[in-house]
């Protein structure tokens, strides 16, 4: 981990290393120059009575020399620093980031939203808090080197009474990493389940509010934040610990050499100079242990948070794309060949470590379609219509490859969707879900989204979507910020926004998944009839349960547990299929589908 550190942001640590090395270098010269003061200067001058001018002027310029010098280092150091934390803990967040776009949505599914995002926030901050004491521990493992052999050369036997706490200090350490690993692990996973419920509050505020449920998730909160307290307080209690320890063995050894090194002083051994040069020599010693301390203090942590950056960075399932580019124009033709897919059953993984719940997402299991074969000529509307769970919206999805079939083949204009550029297909297919997600933002950024489109495509795509009209009666028109999540609209304005927004891209396969359902069944009749008379270039590809709507495409198909189980006119399927009749006749005559399999109910 230190060594990716010092790898990915040279430049900083650079600038911080020189620092640390030039405040090391001085801080040695330092103490040569405070030596030969105290020998050279001062005592003549308490023996004599004497000052001589010109030495006491050198001696003041060495030292002031010496300070500056020792304050460019340090400016140097804590620059390099924290440019280099700042820097990676930027970078690896941008590289979780792109990570996250790379993974499938099937792994998307079995990670939740707030631990994703103590990843990329949390989890990379505690991985390069490590950084900032770096360029001082490598300074200062240069300055243990300088001032040991300095104490050695000095004095042998007082070198050999200060270092006495060197296995102390190994001891400490070695018991404080042990502990503190496994403590720092739990905290961060705390970290993560506080961010996660949060997320899921914040996301079903309406849920809650509507079903009474604020004290209880209140206290589900109140819950996890007093574990994620408690267990940050144990981190704390091991911290507070090792510390005072770390600062108190290095002053425990200056006071023996100090004691040892006056008795020395008075039997001749040393000159005063020489104790003075030693004790300051060996104070440089104490500091880089506190240096070492604060660099090991972080270690644990920042380990903790590296292993779970790296679990997502190190994710595999990673859909490829090829470089293939389509050539035509106006619709697409669409084609699927024996396609299977089952949505992963998954077991939730932990970036943080092993396996510790088992979950099911939507869909998953038996959940997907077995054997789907269909083709769709350029410009044509089809109607995909079956019963809840019969692969309607794993279709639509497969469609515009949010996943990849398991077996079979889906291509445009006779490509596979495998060997088209990412680019490529998100510039000829768009969807649009059931639940349409706005951000909180004006209508006209919702609906270009940054795509390069004027005004006025905007304004015909809203047109065409039924949304022109309401809009102009929003406070702002176009220019209405909407909210989170669209919180200001009702839920058919938000889908037909969102239908804009697929739409003013001008798709060659525009895929609909029960996106209108939110919408009063005249207005839905003209939404889709606008599409038709538009004359769009897109093929249409629409998930449907009411009649009005299915009687608009040219053709439908009826799928029925995983499989296309029948296809034709909407007339002709109800005159031939009996299922297919029965289903979307439900609410027409709900009595007669009564004896009818659950499977074949809406």
């Known amino acids: 981990m230190i060594g990716i550190a010092l790898r990915d942001a040279k430049g900083p640590f650079a600038l911080g290393i020189a620092g640390s090395i030039l405040y090391a270098a001085m801080s040695v010269v330092a103490s040569l120059v405070l030596g030969w003061a105290t020998d050279e200067v001062l005592l003549p001058i308490v023996a004599s009575g004497e000052i001589d001018g010109q030495l006491l002027v050198v001696a003041m310029l060495l030292i002031v020399g010496v300070a500056t010098l ?21 970078q690896y967040r941008r590289r979780v980031t792109r990570r996250y776009l790379d993974l499938p949505i099937a792994w998307h599914r079995r990670h939740p939203t707030g631990e994703l995002l103590s990843n990329a926030n949390a989890d990379v901050e505690s991985a390069f808090f490590v950084a900032a004491p770096l360029p001082m521990a490598i300074g200062a493992t240069l300055l243990v080197l ?36 496994s403590a720092a692990t739990v905290a961060q996973q705390a970290r993560a389940e506080v961010s996660e419920i949060a997320h899921a509050s914040f996301d079903g505020a309406l849920v809650i509010k509507t079903m ?19 267990k940050m307080i144990r981190v704390g209690k091991l911290r507070a610990f090792f510390d005072p320890v770390i600062e108190a063995l290095p002053n425990i050894g200056i006071l023996l050499v100090l004691l040892v090194g006056a008795l020395r002083v008075r039997d001749g051994a040393l000159t005063a100079g020489d104790l003075v040069t030693f004790a300051y020599l ?34 595999t399932g990673r859909m490829d794309h090829g470089d293939q580019r389509t050539t035509g124009e106006g619709g697409a033709d669409v084609r699927s060949e024996a396609v299977g897919f089952t949505h ?17 997402p939507e869909g998953a299991g038996a959940r997907g379609v077995s054997s789907v074969s269909f083709d769709v000529p350029a410009g ?45 297909l998100s510039r000829n297919a768009a ?23 004027s005004s006025e495509q905007i304004e015909q795509a809203a047109r065409l979507a039924r949304a022109d009209g309401f809009i102009r009666e929003l406070d702002h028109g176009y220019d209405t910020v909407v909210g989170e999540r669209g919180a200001t609209l009702s839920g058919g304005q938000r889908q ?54 299915i009687a608009l495409a040219d053709e439908v198909f009826y799928l029925r547990e995983g499989a296309v189980a029948a296809r034709g006119t909407h007339e002709q399927l109800l005159q031939d299929v009996a299922g297919y009749r029965d289903l979307v006749t439900a609410y027409e005559h709900p009595g007669e589908d009564a004896d009818a399999t659950p499977g074949d109910r809406p």
């Open 212 to 230: 009474g449920r604020e004290d209880q998730e209140a206290q589900g909160f109140r819950e996890v934040a007093e574990d994620l307290r408690d």
């Open 431 to 453: 969807i649009v879900f059931q639940d349409a997600f706005l951000f909180d933002d004006t209508v006209a950024e919702n609906i270009s989204l940054g795509a390069p489109v």
């Open 344 to 360: 992963p059953s998954s077991v939730r993984e932990e970036l943080s470590g092993p396996v510790i719940a088992s979950v099911t």
């Open 146 to 181: 300088f001032t040991g052999g300095l104490l050695v050369a000095t004095d042998p036997f007082l070198a050999a009474i200060g270092f006495s706490v060197g296995p102390l200090l190994a001891f400490a350490n070695w018991f404080y990493q042990r502990r503190m690993r």
């Open 282 to 315: 060996f104070r440089l010693v104490a500091l880089p242990i506190r240096v070492f301390g604060w660099l090991l203090g972080e270690l644990p942590r920042a380990v903790v948070g590296w292993d779970r950056v790296e679990r997502v960075l190190q994710a």
């Open 496 to 549: 037909r926004i969102a239908l804009a927004r697929a739409l003013v891209r001008e798709p060659r396969l525009l895929v609909l998944d029960d996106a209108t359902s939110a919408v009063d069944p005249s207005v839905e009749s003209e939404i889709l009839r606008g599409l038709s008379e538009a004359e769009l270039p897109s093929t249409v590809v629409l998930v449907a349960y009411r009649q009005g709507s």
């Open 380 to 424: 044509r509307t089809v109607a995909l219509v079956g019963a809840t769970g019969s692969g309607k919206s794993t279709v639509a999805a497969l469609l515009v490859r949010l996943f990849d079939p398991d077996t079979g083949q889906i291509s445009l204009d006779d490509h596979d969707l495998k060997d088209l550029g990412r680019d490529e």
């Open 70 to 90: 020792k304050a460019v280092g340090v400016v140097g150091r804590r620059l390099g620093a924290y440019i280099a934390q700042f820097s990676l803990q930027s």
